[in-house]
């Protein structure tokens, strides 16, 4: 009985980011809000989390890493808009993000944008190979050279 709870109470207070994984939130106005709150970027995975072998790539070799996942939690607010082919998703959760990617202009996996809590695009890069090391210091380069006014690439 006490581990049901246990289950109960993660799941009410995990929100969106238990079936996530590793601190990635599906709900992009909880995103915004928190990025808001924190005052630091959004960063958004744009995947297809069981099919696109650069986005699974990615996710084991830089998101799923502790390097990234402490970086992260005090630099970034993640979110995941995730279209996946064999994984159910919610209906909600499908128009919300192929209405992002259409905002966004996403034509391929993985696209990663960099978004201030406003949602405008600071940056916007895809899988780069080195670790999560590399990828951190890639992603610090890509936002502060947006934030400088320097212009972004996709490398």
């Known amino acids: ?24 939130l599906m709900d992009f106005e909880e995103a915004r809000a928190e990025a808001e709150a924190r005052n630091v970027p959004i960063l958004i995975n744009f995947t297809g989390s069981d099919w696109c072998a650069p ?10 890493k502790e390097e990234f996942q402490n970086y992260s939690a005090s630099n970034l607010v993640l979110f995941k808009a995730d279209f996946p082919r064999n994984k159910p998703q919610s209906d909600t959760v499908k128009q919300q993000n192929r209405k992002l990617a259409e905002k966004y202009g996403i034509i391929g996996f993985p696209t990663i944008l960099i978004l201030s809590a406003e949602g405008d695009e600071l940056g916007r890069t895809g899988y780069r190979a080195g670790g999560p090391e590399i990828y951190i210091e890639h992603l610090e380069k890509l936002t502060a050279g947006a934030l400088d006014g320097v212009s972004v690439f996709y490398p």
């Open 1 to 24: 009985m006490n581990k049901h709870i246990a289950i109960l109470t993660l799941i009410l207070l995990g929100g969106s980011r238990l079936f996530a994984g590793y601190g990635w």
């Open 55 to 64: 986005c699974i790539r990615l996710d084991n070799k830089v998101f799923s």
